[in-house]
């Protein structure tokens, strides 16, 4: 694919700020900025300069003093000629310099766009375009440290690796192949799929092992907090986000809609929804908020049930705790500071959402369910995102069916159909395989301008 315009975006978030930086890719990125620029003749300067100047309008007007950075193809972030203006960073200065670029030639860019021609001129691979979103995304520390590994190619050579090993056996059967009446040949290749699917099997398990810690640091964990009416439930989120964000008050019915909270414990992001006391109701308001309860409750990785410690167990509470017993939940007896009924039927983790008492060892508790400290990186695969995995275990499903195959001395066309799905399956990490869609769905979820 040639790809012959030149995109421009505005790379800084709108509003009013200190700059705004324009960006602009394309082999007319600096003949269009030079149109508008009264300054150095930017296409002679050299490559990686900064240019001081004005943007001027074609009645030669000055519309903003700029700087100007110049970064000659191919050794700019999309290998093509790219150009970075930093503008005053306000709404209507950055618009109309915008626009006199649209004037000149450029076109509006695409979400994502910038790095899709990055990775589409191939200075990187899928996994590290898709890093570039998750170091912008990362809101923490271990998130960030895995998406910048991701960034710096290691998941790219981990993915590589595998393929290239498949691609050997894959040579070593097809010349086999052509060799069937020798019954030593047969064996030779049996023994050798066996041998290469075993180390490639042992190799993604372990990368798969690490994945699911890495994942929590990288997604966080969606966090439902669910219980019957005035057992604390926002006061709960409060507490644990540090901020008085959901309304609290001693009647029973107070929540009625979803209230969001986001907390770091020990790492891990916690994206909290506070919800509707769940009770029979006439009301309807309330029945709609209870309604958004439960499929709030499908989506959800964790449950924090609470209950009321100061009460006696209702049939509500059965309820919710049957309702929510196949999920991963921590039950928590909630205002442990007043008088603690018994709660004999299940075992509580007692807090207080307002003396504050054990919430850290909730916090402790949420972090050994969710991480296994014993794993640790030493795959360096550094697969973290749901996509990632779920194409890994496609591909170990098919390696293990390979495996399978020449074990029971089976046609060696069935192991070579697997083997290939694998190969297949690997190259959609690194984009090796991908098609148009899955490349325009994948840069879509990208923010404008990068
Ligand atoms: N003593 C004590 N009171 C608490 C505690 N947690 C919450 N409360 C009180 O219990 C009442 C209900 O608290 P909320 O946080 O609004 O309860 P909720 O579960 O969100 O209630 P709904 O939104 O109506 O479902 C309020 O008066 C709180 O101050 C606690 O740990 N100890
Ligand atoms: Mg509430």
Redo the contacts with the bound molecule.
């Keep these: 694919m040639v790809i012959d315009d030149t995109i421009c975006a505005v790379s800084t978030n709108l509003g009013e700020s200190a700059i705004n930086i324009i960006r602009l890719s394309g082999n007319d990125a600096i003949k269009i900025v030079s149109s508008v620029f009264l300054g150095a003749d930017l296409k002679n300067v050299e490559s990686w300069t900064i240019n001081h100047g004005f943007i001027i309008n074609d009645l030669g007007e000055r519309i903003d003093e700029v700087l100007v950075s110049i970064f000659k193809a191919p050794r700019s972030y999309t290998r093509e000629n790219v150009v970075e203006i930093n503008t005053h960073g306000g709404n209507y200065v950055t618009s109309r310099i915008l626009s006199l670029i649209i004037s000149k030639g450029a076109r509006l860019a695409e979400a994502g766009e910038f790095t899709k021609r990055a990775f589409l001129n191939g200075r990187i691979d899928l996994s590290e375009a898709e890093a570039v979103m998750d170091v912008i995304s990362a809101r923490s520390k271990k998130a960030l440290e895995i998406a910048n590994k991701e960034l710096s190619g290691n998941t790219h050579q981990f993915i590589e690796s595998l393929r290239k090993e498949l691609e050997s056996l894959l040579l070593l059967i097809t010349v086999n192949i052509d060799y069937p009446e020798y019954e030593d040949e047969v064996k030779i290749t049996d023994n050798e799929i066996v041998k290469t699917t075993s180390s490639l099997i042992e190799k993604i398990q372990k990368a798969l092992e690490e994945a699911e810690n890495m994942r929590v640091y990288r997604e966080g964990i969606k966090t439902i907090i669910l219980g019957k009416?005035n057992v604390g439930?926002?006061?709960l989120l409060n507490a644990l986000i540090k901020e008085d964000k959901?309304?609290?008050t001693n009647i029973s019915g107070?929540?009625r809609d979803i209230?969001e909270g986001e907390v770091n414990i020990g790492g891990i992001i916690l994206h909290l929804i506070?919800?509707?006391?769940i009770r029979q109701t006439d009301d309807p308001i309330e029945k709609i908020g209870i309604f958004k309860s439960i499929e709030k409750l499908n989506e959800a990785e964790l449950v924090l049930l609470v209950l009321d410690h100061s009460q006696k167990m209702s049939e509500e509470d059965r309820y919710l705790l049957q309702m929510t017993q196949n999920k991963k939940r921590i039950i928590l007896g909630n205002k442990t500071d007043l008088n603690k009924e018994k709660i004999e039927e299940v075992e509580t983790l007692d807090v207080s959402a307002l003396t504050k008492e054990g919430l850290p060892l909730l916090e402790e508790k949420i972090k050994e369910m969710f991480i296994n400290e014993e794993i640790g990186d030493s795959s360096g695969a550094f697969i973290s995102s749901s996509r990632h995995i779920s194409l890994l275990n496609k591909a170990l499903l098919s390696l293990k069916s390979a495996k399978d195959a020449a074990i029971n001395k089976e046609y060696v066309d069935m192991a070579m159909i697997d083997l290939k799905d694998a190969y297949d399956v690997l190259g959609l990490i690194t984009g090796k395989t991908a098609s148009d869609t899955l490349i325009d769905e994948l840069f879509a979820k990208f923010c404008l301008g990068k």
Excluded at 274 to 277: N, Q, V
Aim: glycine share 8%; aromatic share 0%; net charge neutral.
């Design positions: 009416p439930k926002s006061s959901a309304i609290v107070t929540t209230v506070d919800t509707a006391g």
